[in-house]
């Protein structure tokens, strides 16, 4: 069984709560307790109803964009934030980014009972938002032909790529009949085949942005074939609009970004796959280089033209060796003839006769003792330079 450790535990709590689709943006109503101003400028206190308590937190930064009045004691406000996890003492809270005054009570209310009509439906469902193509070629946009946000979208869409082609659909964004004509421009729209659609406008009251809160609007863009960016108010209002589009974007330019990719940023990502192909290929064909000079050297080895050189060099190999070993042993020969003719020399009877001596023969027979010879004989003596031919005249005998 594993055991994990308490910062694990309320580390995995916090990201449960950071990824859930409905507690990052949500509002919630109630009467302010417990409300204390941080030296630093944050804002702690709680929320409270009949029903319960739900501790919060205002920081410094979002306090001086998304609270226009004084917290104080008792307040019955609506607070827009997320919800996550404050690890060091392992509790949840509420983060607040917006806080406003409950006057407009009525509009809140129906906006959270269609979010949560809406979501049990199934319109929010993460699983079914559509991608945004990253190279659209045309993108629409439903927003007034008037005001900020479509001069804003045609700036930022002229600087990131003027190959991408604008068609705005002119809706009415606020007031009666609004919603009518902002669902009109997404169906004329879808059925022209756009590559993305933008749907927005500027900041303004919850009253101001109501048609984007309207049931018949996030119906259409959740029935739209093409994918849908919803960038309508500031970065702290959030519509129903958001919670139906493919992507919510803070405002109309931020979903002009996220719907047109910048062109220069495009080419050098163009260039840097180009260069990765190409070295990509140097390496494969290298490597394939390497294999095919292998195969050439393995090839060579096996041909009969590289076997007979082989046994060409061999017998050129064994004809030296052979070749050297006769004259070695035509050396050790030579060597021994002249040791034993010097041998033979020195028993020759012809060396023997130099120093005097002579071979006596009668008749071609060797005279070895007195007994062989007569007084009258004639008998031949052989020098080393010559014979004699002599006639015995007297005969001694020892």
Known sequence: MKVYSVGQVNNYIKNILTQDYM??????????????????????????????????????????????FTLREGQSVIVSGSIGV?????????????????GSGRLYEEFERLKRKLNEEGLFDFELKKPIPKYPKKVGIVTAKTGAAIQD?????????????????????????????????????????????????GGGS??????????????????????????????VDITLADYAADLRAPTPS???????????????QLKNIGKNIDMHMRGKLSMAMIKLEGLEAKLAMQSP????????????DIYDKIKRAMYQKFDNSKHRLELLTTRLDGLSPTA??????GYIDKEDKPVTSVGDVNEGDTVNITLHDGTIETTVNKVSRS
Not at 41 to 54: A, M, N, R, V
Not at 88 to 99: F, P
Not at 254 to 268: H, Q
């Open 23 to 68: 507690l990052k943006s949500i509002s919630i109503k109630g009467e302010v307790s417990n409300c204390k101003y941080h030296s630093l400028g944050h804002i702690y206190f709680s929320l409270k109803d009949e029903t319960g308590l739900i501790p919060a937190v205002m920081f410094k930064g979002n306090a001086a964009t998304g609270l226009d």
């Open 86 to 102: 404050y690890e060091r003492d392992g509790r949840y809270q509420l983060y607040a980014t917006k806080i406003k005054q409950d």
């Open 153 to 201: 979208i045609m700036n930022i869409a002229r600087r990131r790529n003027p190959y991408v082609q604008l068609v705005l659909y002119p809706a009415k964004v606020q007031g009666d009949g609004a919603a009518d004509t902002i669902v009109a421009g997404i169906k004329t729209l879808d059925a022209m085949g756009m590559d993305t659609i933008i749907v927005g406008r």
């Open 206 to 235: 919850i009253e101001d942005l109501w048609a984007f809160n309207e049931e018949k609007v996030a119906r259409a863009i959740y029935e739209a074939k093409t994918p849908i960016i919803s960038g309508t108010g500031h970065e």
């Open 254 to 268: 931020a979903a002009c970004e996220l719907a047109i990719p910048d062109i220069v940023t495009t080419i050098e």
């Open 305 to 316: 033209i590289y076997k007979l050189e082989q046994q060409n060099l061999y017998l050129a």
């Open 352 to 357: 023997k006769l130099i120093g005097g001596f």
